[in-house]
């Protein structure tokens, strides 16, 4: 077999550590990726670090009001906590939409955020992929194409980001912690965590090499509707072909963020605070790069859109 | 449960608790031979070429690696037989040259100590390709195609001229998987100069021919058994490339080997249905009456294969119509060779004629349940002889009564339920009953156990129950008595778990066995007797045994003077998404017609697991292949979409009271396929019926229904 060695850290320091010592390390928590990924030889790390045992697994009021979730809180406990379900509707129904019950169990919060795109040239070994050997090609180019993206991509890559979480945590504008070398502690904007492809389809998070996340906050509630739909061909287990997260007011739209289009969720800023879906649908589709076979995102975002606004004003009379 | 009364009963299946319980051993997991090696196979990481240059050397050197074969070092093999062979007798000789004919074709192949090590060391060969153009997508209905099988009556050109009501329109329908839970797998012990193969198949004595072709064996000196059989589908009937290398392995090496593919490998190394192109022709008087009824289907196939998935012949018999023709064409495309799923010919088929029909039915201004009646046949029009058992009509009443079908929304898209947009379905099901010949032994112990012998399989249907059921009946005594060993090639010959023939083989054989029994017993005993067993203990204290028979198809008169098939209508209920075109299916009912059912609830499960998969073709399924490469994009559980439990809501399977005594004594005929039947037509016409959009390209996902779709 592909040998790799394995060690448990006994705190978030020394999981650093290690990883900054063993240059192709990975971080291992639930595993729900990155052992499928291993299987079928598109990731060969050298070392695993299990940080199951670090302790970062509670979720915590912060002083400003919001949430403070460990990167090791599971995504069902966290889909189903009382303050998450109440205050952030968006992120308890974003999580419930993703995989299966069973994978909820095991996956975490920060593991969610590092989930690699499902795009099927990348799964294919056979297959040039800048993200899996850089500067080898993309495939996907010219090829099968029925749910890439159509934003944000690049000649090198066209990948979409599969999280369903992340596109409500960029709604919510949530924040990335994390510990780096020499204990450096940082926190990282959602918008800025993930990166788009650029010529660089490889480098997919602002994570430098050993930082690991120790947590995700959310800033106070924003209270309004929360809504999260997912459009997808299968009612359950099935990667989105758009979804839409919405906070919304009185038919406004306080938070607006799309999934299913791009290497990392959409937001629409410029279309926060107005109430017309389809001058926010313009907005967030100016620039768009569809090819035949996903051009169908374009009108669905749309119509997704309008329909989740119709859904919130409903909910709210 | 004993005596009369025991066929047709809902019995639980007997195997049942030692399979939830994981103690009933499948191939890959069964000990017999003792610790094993394990295979990998390396497949071709291009869709068609050569080989130009392969290096093993850094594989053979890797830990726990025993073998290290390509073509340039395998074993001598039986030559490649080529198109004209029968497809359960061919030769499938593996690593035999440098050409590479599909995408995962074999072009390597590891042993080692462990699976790890095997596919480690896999990933350590290094290839240089000679890639060539290959031709990966099917073109359409050109000119100069070659037309096969056709059935004709009358002139159809005429009648589509003549009208007055006519339909004409092009379909087309995805490849597809069978994708049984179980991985194809082979445990191989090679020992004293026979081979044992502990093999995951639907038939186990009609694989020897080709494997000992192949291997250079004689066919005696092969056994296969194939106790438990995790699904099949048409996937687990031909020879897989498992069972040549893994014997071919054990032989080289004189320790058994194990080689099961892994799922992805599934989508490669094992056949697919052939994606189809569909053109349909109807016509029609005023009244309802078809005047015309055309199916042209171009299949792809290979060169060297030419597996033709009868999509055409469903429209031989259905339906009455003086002026008919049906007929196939190929075209062969540089992918692995088509195989029989689940379904073949109909499935696809009844799906596009089916979908057909119901564009002629809203032509016509007529119910779709009704223009189905109006054209129902007790003649084949194919075969000119009677039908037995034709009770296409039967199932189309009871079925429209019980789903509550004059509900039916009669205007597409003016039907709503909040943010769904509502529609009814209907399509009709026809399976061609088959009988091939098989023999089945039933011996009486005289210390009170019967054990029947057969080589067919059960392939999680129930074959060890329904066998059971008809031998306790047959002879009068407990189920709990009764022993059914089945799925080795030591047993009397059958024709295994396949074309829906199995359990009417199996148990008419078995049936017939019993009498002989009864008759050896009368002859010394009379017929007065209590104890069965009592009376062989008297008069044969050795036990008693007797074979039973049924004949092939050809060799039996009923089938000459009578046609065989099978009947069934689907009625579905769909939502779909006015915002987004996503398709759920709200309620579905099947009414069937298949002779006497042998165990309702077996049969139930398996008519219920066909309807699934028509859901399935109607709005998933679609194996992907691309179009530069020849490799299928779509490959795994993840992308190649099949229902999730939540796309399944409450269905249900209606069992009409049925007995076929032109099938055979015991009224008996086959379910396997029939449940797929039209099931996805149904689907279809509601989703037309909700939308008013008509996607005539397979599956009906969101992308192809969204222009169409109505404004909120």
Redesign the interface.
Known sequence: ??PFSYERAASPAEAVEAAVARPGARFIAGGTNLLDLMK??IEAPQHLIDVNRLWLDTIEPTAEGGLRIGALVRNADLAADRRVRRDYAVLARALVSGASGQLRNKATTAGNLMQRT?C??F??T??PCNKRRPGSGC?AI???T?NLAVLGVSDACIATHPSDMCVALRALDASVETVGVGGRTRSIPIADFHRLPGDRPDIETALEPGELITAVTLPAPLGGVQLYRK?????????A??TVALVAREGQMVRLAFGGLAAKPWRVEVAEGGADPDLAADLALAGATPTEDNA?KL??AR??L??TL?QATEVRS | MIGQGVIGQAISRTDGPIKVTGRAAYSAERQDAGPTLHGYILGA??GKGRVARIDIAAAEAAPGVRLVWTHENAPEQGPAEGIEGDMMDRTRPELASDRINY?GMPIAFVVAE?F??A??AA?LITVEYEVEAGAFALDGFGPNLNWRRPSQAGDIDKAMREGPVTVEQTYSTPYHFSQPMELHACIADWRDGHLHLYLTAQMVNQLTTGLGKTLRLDPSAISIDSAYVGGGFGSKIVLHCEAVLASLATMALGQPVKLMLTR?QIFTLVGHRPASISRVRLAATPDGRLTALGHDALIQVRTDDAWDEGVSSVGKALYASPNRLTRQAHQALDVQPGEPVRGPGELPGLMVLESAMDELAEKLGIDPVELRLRNDTQIDPDKRLPLSGRRLADCLREGAEQFGWCDRPTIPASRRDG?WLVGYGVASSMRGHYQTSAEVLVRIEPDGLVIVRSDMTDIGTGTHTIVAQVVAEALGVPMSQIKVELAHTKHPKGNGAGGSWGAANTTVAADRACAALRQRIAAVAGTSYNDIFAEVRRHFPDGLEERGRTLDNKDDPNYQTHAQYTYGASFAEVGVDI????V?LRRMLGVFAAGRILNAKTARSQLIGGMIWGVSAA??EAG?L????G?W????F??Y?I?????IPAIDAIMLEDFDDKANHLGVKGIGELGAGGTGGSVANAVYNATGVRVRDFPI???KL??GLPG?
């Open positions: 077999m592909k079928l030889g499902r099927p040239y799964y294919n056979d297959m495939a010219g090829g099968l029925h459009v997808r061909e299968r009612a359950s287990y099935a990667f072909n758009v169908y009108p669905l119509r997704t309008k329909a119709a | 990481g291009i995408y462990s790890e090590e596919r480690a990933g992805r943010r915002d987004t075109g996503e759920r709005l998933q992907a691309d179009p530069r490469h490799h994009v779509n490959g795994d993840a992308e979409l229902p999730t439990h939540a796309d996902t969101l992308a969204l222009p909120r």
